[in-house]
């Protein structure tokens, strides 16, 4: 695949690259970015005139594609009626309907709705609703957060600070984060027979420091960003036997689970557990707009209100954005109404079939899969770029980080482009 750029769009990627911090990026960028002139579907056009299959849609987002008829209508009914207006004392018809369905979707007992403009955002709520809760109870000494090693929650200063300090993409700042407790990972395997040596080690914090922990976080099933660790169903329902024995607070971060990436609606149906606290993101528009929202039981919700100042403190400008919300309307009944458990069936089957004996290579350390999630594992961490690059060559886009070469698709995305995928991604990795 060749990279001819035409002049006008040359000085678009020269100014991009000297001027615009992209993520995790430095300023100039060494690497220029690759121009997109339209997306459809599962196909992304590059600014050459190239198509690329997506394999990230859009990091685990855009679960129905790009401008899906469906829902590009709704967006554009809502466009012409009301795109904004500010939620203070306000409501308005598409925030009320998405609430519905949240309540009604997300496991049982959480039924309020708070609505934030990202995923982070929506981890920051969730950890400021764990703390004013204690507070609301005149235990402030309850104030520190228990998480496990190897999570990630964001890139705000709380959800930074409940990331893997070690491992994860934020060790530059732990001598300014509030210092929080950290338990050992839980044990990879979605279907492991484990001693619960995990389980063990995470009770033993608990049982030590308990009255000084408000809440748990933790991402169901899957660590996305710090790892793409699969992890078996009993650790969460364990885990939230604990929260509830040690009178700590459960927080569910499925801001890249939710909305059936794992073959679940969320996460946390696989272990049948319900948090105190869950964040939804990503997937909540299909990939178009942004938007997030936490979600708390009555208890949480009543527990802050009784309380000084009986508000909960927290209030973006663009909360509960309309266009937003009736395009999250429109992306959930879309999902609802499609066969989107045998699309997720059948795009594992098919991840398995094709990278599993990737496992053979010298390269390779372990292979693994997970509904409409493959993650190839490589032994060595400086090989993402060039892999990426030969991926590209082969027409597949894909953004590996350290050692992991993922794919997350949309859960439609037609048998031809998804063989494509999968052949793309074996020969890049075969080329090391």
Same mark, same amino acid.
Request: net charge negative; glycine share 8%; hydrophobic share 45%.
């Given at each position: ?181 950290? *338990?050992? /990972? ?10 619960? &040596?995990? #389980? +063990? !080690?995470? $009770?033993?914090? %608990? ?120 395009? *999250?309307? /429109? ?10 458990? &045998?699309? #997720? +069936? !059948?795009? $594992?089957?098919? %991840? ?81």
């Amino acid at each position: 695949m060749t990279m001819q750029l035409n002049p006008h769009w040359q000085a678009l990627i020269d100014f991009d690259q000297q001027h615009i911090w992209h993520p995790y990026s430095a300023s100039p960028n060494p690497i220029p970015p690759i121009g997109v002139k339209c997306t459809q579907g599962s196909l992304i056009t590059l600014a050459d005139g190239n198509e690329v299959v997506d394999g990230m849609s859009s990091w685990w987002a855009a679960i129905h594609g790009y401008n899906h008829p469906q829902i590009m209508q709704a967006m554009k009914e809502q466009i012409d009626q009301m795109p904004h207006i500010m939620f203070g004392g306000l409501t308005h018809e598409p925030a009320v309907k998405l609430a519905k369905r949240l309540i009604e979707l997300t496991p049982q007992g959480l039924d309020k709705v708070f609505f934030a403009d990202s995923g982070s955002v929506s981890m920051e709520v969730a950890i400021k609703i764990a703390l004013q809760y204690w507070i609301s109870r005149g235990q402030n000494r309850k104030n520190r957060l228990l998480t496990v090693r190897n999570g990630y929650h964001g890139d705000t200063f709380a959800t930074m600070a409940v990331c893997d300090p070690v491992n994860g993409m934020h060790h530059l700042f732990n001598e300014v984060l509030r210092k929080n407790l950290f *338990a050992p /990972a839980p044990q990879m395997g979605f279907a492991l027979e484990s001693d619960n &040596q995990d #389980i +063990a !080690d995470l $009770e033993a914090i %608990l049982r030590k420091y308990h009255p000084e922990i408000a809440a748990v976080t933790i991402e169901p099933i899957v660590q996305g960003a710090g790892g793409m660790r699969f992890y078996r169903p009993d650790y969460l329902k364990q885990l939230k036997t604990l929260c509830e024995q040690y009178d700590v607070l459960m927080i569910a971060d499925e801001i890249a689970t939710g909305f059936g990436r794992t073959g679940k609606l969320f996460a946390c149906e696989w272990a049948e557990v319900s948090p105190d606290i869950m964040c939804v993101g990503k997937a909540l528009t299909g990939g178009n707009l942004t938007l997030a929202a936490t979600l708390c039981t009555e208890n949480v919700s009543r527990t802050i209100s009784e309380g000084e100042p009986g508000i909960l403190a927290h209030g973006p400008t663009f909360m509960a954005n309309p266009l937003a919300c009736a395009t *999250a309307i /429109a992306s959930i009944d879309l999902l609802l109404t499609s066969p989107w458990q &045998q699309r #997720i +069936a !059948d795009i $594992e089957r098919h %991840l398995k079939i094709e990278l599993m004996p990737l496992k053979e290579l010298e390269c390779v350390s372990e292979v693994r899969v997970l509904g409409a999630i493959g993650v190839v594992e490589l032994e060595r961490s400086d090989l993402g770029s060039e892999v990426q690059a030969a991926a590209l060559k082969n027409g597949v886009w894909i953004r590996p980080f350290g050692k992991l070469v993922y794919t997350m698709p949309a859960f439609n995305i037609p048998i031809e482009q998804l063989h494509m995928l999968t052949r793309g991604i074996k020969a890049a990795i075969h080329s090391l």
